[in-house]
């Protein structure tokens, strides 16, 4: 399977941005369904936004949408995820995942590859 290495996290204050970057190695990752997903200490891992192969179709969680921007550039095989006006119930371990289906999921289940995580911590 494609390897998948996050980057970007860190410490930010409420209203701040982020911009984190999933590199991919081992498989080229134009061929991958990408997404990203998060999860907070005691709670279910869950979708934040995914990216069709060609970077055409895009989804995103409620919660996220008009803050996040998910994007790809399959010529530098990296997924990034721009987050904006960051709030505190935005911080959570960040996953980066990789589908070998064409249409996107939302569903964890549907995601074959994943990255170890990057944290991201939002202050009041």
């Known amino acids: 399977q494609v390897q998948l290495v996050e980057s970007g996290g860190g410490l930010v204050q409420a209203g701040d941005s982020l911009r984190l970057s999933c590199a991919a190695s081992?498989?080229?990752?134009?061929?991958?369904?990408m997404g990203w997903f998060r999860q907070a200490p005691g709670k279910e891992r869950e979708f934040v936004a995914a990216?069709?192969?060609?970077?055409?179709?895009?989804s995103y969680a409620d919660s996220v949408k008009g803050r996040f921007t998910i994007s790809r550039d399959n010529d530098r095989n990296t997924v990034y995820l721009q987050m904006n006006r960051l709030k505190p119930e935005d911080t959570a371990v960040y996953y980066c995942?990789?589908?070998?289906?064409?249409?996107?999921?939302?569903?964890?289940?549907?995601?074959?590859?994943w990255g170890q995580g990057t944290q991201v911590t939002v202050s009041s």
């Open positions: 995942a990789a589908r070998e289906w064409s249409n996107i999921a939302k569903n964890p289940s549907g995601f074959g590859s």
């Open positions: 081992g498989r080229t990752v134009s061929i991958y369904t």
């Open positions: 990216i069709s192969r060609s970077g055409g179709i895009t």
